[in-house]
């Protein structure tokens, strides 16, 4: 046999062994895919059960009107429904409350977090009993912190209400100047604990090695803050956007346990609008052109977030 056969032959050989391999290592992929489709399948369902189906229903619903009593039979009306409602006063001035309390709520609530966050930071004695104490509110529940804020603005026996000097005035949840800031100020209240949890995890993965370079070079402590903290902070701080604009968006219980809208629709966020119009108006037509107004505002700061704000964000570490 020629050197060439017997390299032919030896190749043909070694491709003999390695089939068995690679039908083994394409059977055990396979089982492995499957397997995971398979643990997949039930969180699925539930997204399409609760969520995908219920959502395209809504543009379903957007197209007809609902009667006046209940029993009659819808009325198709097209677009005319979702122009006459996406024009009317009232969604208008839902989305511009929904707006102002996202402003209210999630810059103030980073701001607190991250300056909690660099105080339980530093090291100091009983520094870990302040951060229990920072971080105790993520444990209160939207009932309780409604309840807690509701007493302390009461007008006769709250003691914010005394602070503020409206002793024996009208509630500062009644009055439409400060409904909004007073249930902003319960919201940031209670999302603060998670906000200085995030800033500490973010905090706790700098390298103390940029802070001592940056003390040998003579930077000052508020310079070390911007130039230093500030941009390794930078991923952390847009997750905290992130989060804190969808829980903004979501808001319900505590406008709902305050001030149930008012007065004068000046708490009526969106979310409570949809609530309002399916469960005391019956009108589900309206809730849902509500809802695909509530879903497109998500979606376009969603992507004013990640197309402007996450240019800022700097992963290097």
């Given amino acids: 046999m020629t050197d060439t ?3 032919e032959r030896a190749l043909e050989l070694a491709e003999e062994t390695r089939l068995p391999r690679r039908r083994r290592w394409t059977r055990r992929r396979s089982k492995e895919a499957l397997l995971a489709y398979a643990l997949l399948t039930p969180a699925f369902v539930v997204f399409v059960v609760f969520i995908f189906y219920p959502f395209a229903r809504n543009f379903e619903y957007a197209l007809y009107k609902t009667p006046p009593f209940p029993g009659l039979p819808r009325t198709y009306v097209g ?3 979702i122009g006459d409602v996406l024009s009317s006063h009232d969604f208008l001035n839902s989305v511009w409350v929904t707006i102002l309390f996202l402003l209210y709520t999630v810059p103030i609530g980073i701001f607190l977090g991250l300056a909690l966050a660099v105080l339980a930071h530093q090291k100091l004695r009983g520094v870990n009993a302040y951060r229990t104490i920072f971080s105790s509110t993520v444990a209160t ?5 409604s309840v807690i804020f509701f007493t302390l603005l009461n007008p006769q026996v709250g003691l914010f209400t005394y ?7 009208i509630s500062v949840l009644l009055d439409p100047k400060t409904a909004l800031l007073a249930v902003s100020v319960t919201t940031i209240w209670q999302n603060l604990g998670l906000s200085f949890i995030v800033m500490s995890a973010g905090l706790q993965a700098i390298p103390d090695d940029l802070y001592e370079a940056a003390r040998v070079d003579g930077a000052s402590a508020w310079r070390r803050f911007w130039r230093v903290t ?7 701080i847009f997750f905290a956007s992130v989060v804190g604009g969808i829980l903004a ?3 319900f219980g505590q406008i709902d346990l305050l001030t149930e809208g008012g007065p004068n629709q000046k708490t009526n966020v969106l979310v409570y609008a949809i609530y309002r119009e399916v469960f005391r108006n019956n009108n589900d037509g309206v809730a849902a052109v509500y809802a695909i107004a509530l879903f497109l505002l998500v979606m376009m700061l969603t992507f ?3 197309r402007f704000l996450e240019r800022r964000v700097s992963y290097a570490r």
Avoid at 141 to 145: D, H, I, L, Q, R
């Fill in 5 to 7: 056969g017997a390299a």
């Fill in 79 to 81: 677009f005319d429904q």
């Fill in 141 to 145: 529940s939207v009932a309780a912190a």
């Fill in 163 to 169: 602070w503020l000097g409206r002793d024996g005035e």
């Fill in 230 to 236: 500030v941009p390794m902070l930078s991923p952390t």
């Fill in 249 to 251: 968006f979501r808001a």
């Fill in 304 to 306: 004013f977030q990640m």
